[in-house]
């Protein structure tokens, strides 16, 4: 056996343990399933006693463990749940999970210039928000795709604020095409268009995708997803759309009063601080 | 778990963005960790003077005690060129892995790890892995969809492939070293000279000690008549030459043109 069982303060047997970490909040399509990750769970986490105080160091190993579980699970983009948090980091330790989870936010902003922040207002869904700007000479130093500044993602983003902020696929198809990109032939960079667009980039929350309903043949509407704007902004997409057309945001005037007044949105202070809403 | 005697120091976006797009490697080489470190005073900080990498690290990994992982730096067995990574400072197994992988994936690597620290050679041939797929844990798995897993494990640089057989990446060791040793107590070997995890290296004929190839080339550097540090028998391989970065630039040679030893010497 390759972990080192150590008691995490309730019995739990090892075929528990494998469950536990075996769904580690993996969604529908994802092949890996961690048993190896019990071993995440049999880690330095010292036996919390059923009652009584934690150590400093209890808390700290316990804060430990919950950045590392959002660093992994937000470089899979997928948003983390708190039900996921609770289950597979906190454990025992739930009733002091608000101040764990505002601890390892601090941590994340604080080391690795991350936000946590809440995709919708008591959704209790939380995903990390780069505080640091990306910079293209960034793309040539890193070991990853990175999040899609430019590419497939960003010109749907564009196609559908510049359409008045929804689209039916059909349009985003009739668009691609001019472009070399169609939804049924494999692509030399994006590969699988289709699915990185109504599947991958939804399931990340990028865009949402809805049926349209008494369409024949069967349509969708595309509009942006909570994830776009909190990484992203109008402002931003319609200065990444100027600059593909070589043109001045200004130049479509009615999108660019519709930027500005997000921008102006955006300015106001912020409503309460997500990691409390527990 | 050592204590934190050590003053902690302070986090700026220099090293932020440092520490983000290290994140996105499983392991760097030196000369990539110091083009990452240029990369991020240029963005942030363009007139400072850059930090000596070793103190730029040691900086980081100050903050970084009290989330238990650190940033780790390894050198390769078969040509000892310095790699770093980040490494979780408080796990005894694989669980960087776990994350990335499916259940019988995660067991095939550890069949492969097993008979690798097993081996006399620190090398276990493909055959031999393979012959272990009924035993795997989770979804069934064939030989060929085994063997694909494998060149998977080597892209990812956990696994090293030579003529059809596989030994550990510098990753590997520089993540699980601790692990290994804990498991396979009695199995494992370890260097003569620095102590570390050995998988691969030359032995001694007469009593049996082993050295890393880097350990070898930095020990026997300026003598004529290398002998067993242990026994003083004469050493019977090949001395490697000790890892140059300097001429490595120069020469702009390619690692696969470069005259290597033969790494299985025992």
Known sequence: MLQKPRGRGRPSTQADREREWGDAGEEAPSTSRGTGGTSQGSRASLSSPAVGPRTQKQLEVKVAELVQFLLIKDQKKIPIKRTDILKHVVGDYRDVYPNLLRLAAERLQYVFGYKLVELEPKSHTYILINMLEPVEEDAEVRGDQGTPTTGLLMIVLGLIFMKGNTITETEVWDFLRRLGVYPTKKHLIFGDPKKLITEDFVRQRYLEYRRIPHTDPVDYELQWGPRTNLETSKMKVLKFVAKVHNQDPKDWPTQYCEALADEENRARPAASAPTTSS | ?266
Request: with cysteine.
């Open chain 2, 1 to 266: 778990m050592q204590g934190s005697t050590r003053k902690v120091g302070a986090m700026t976006d220099v090293h932020r963005r440092f520490l983000q797009l290290l994140m996105t490697h499983g392991v760097l080489e030196e000369w990539e960790v110091r083009r990452l470190q240029n990369h991020c005073y240029k963005v942030h900080d363009r007139n400072a003077t850059v930090d000596k990498l070793e103190d730029f690290i040691n900086n980081i990994n100050s903050v970084l005690e009290s989330l238990y992982i650190e940033i780790k730096k390894g050198i390769t067995e078969d040509d000892g060129r310095p790699i770093y990574a980040l490494v979780n400072l408080s796990t005894t197994s694989v669980s960087k892995m776990a994350t990335d992988f499916a259940e019988n994936e995660l067991d095939l690597f550890r069949k492969a790890l097993e008979l690798i620290v097993d081996s006399e050679t620190g090398f276990a041939s493909s055959t031999n892995i393979l012959n272990l797929v009924d035993q795997l844990k989770g979804k069934k798995m064939r030989k060929k969809e085994a063997e694909q897993v494998l060149q998977k494990f080597v892209q990812s640089k956990w696994l090293i492939e030579k003529e059809g057989e596989f030994t550990l990446h510098g990753r590997a060791i520089l993540e699980m070293e601790q692990f290994i040793r804990e498991t396979y107590p009695d199995a494992v070997k370890i260097c003569n000279i620095c102590h570390g995890l050995l998988i691969q290296g030359q032995s001694c004929e007469t009593c049996g000690i082993r050295m890393h190839l880097p350990c070898v080339a930095k020990y026997f550097q300026s003598t004529s008549e290398p002998r067993c540090p242990h026994c003083n028998d004469f050493w019977p391989h090949d001395i490697p030459e000790v890892f140059d970065p300097e001429k490595e630039r120069e020469a702009g040679i390619s690692k696969s043109s470069r005259k290597s030893l033969r790494t299985r010497q025992h």
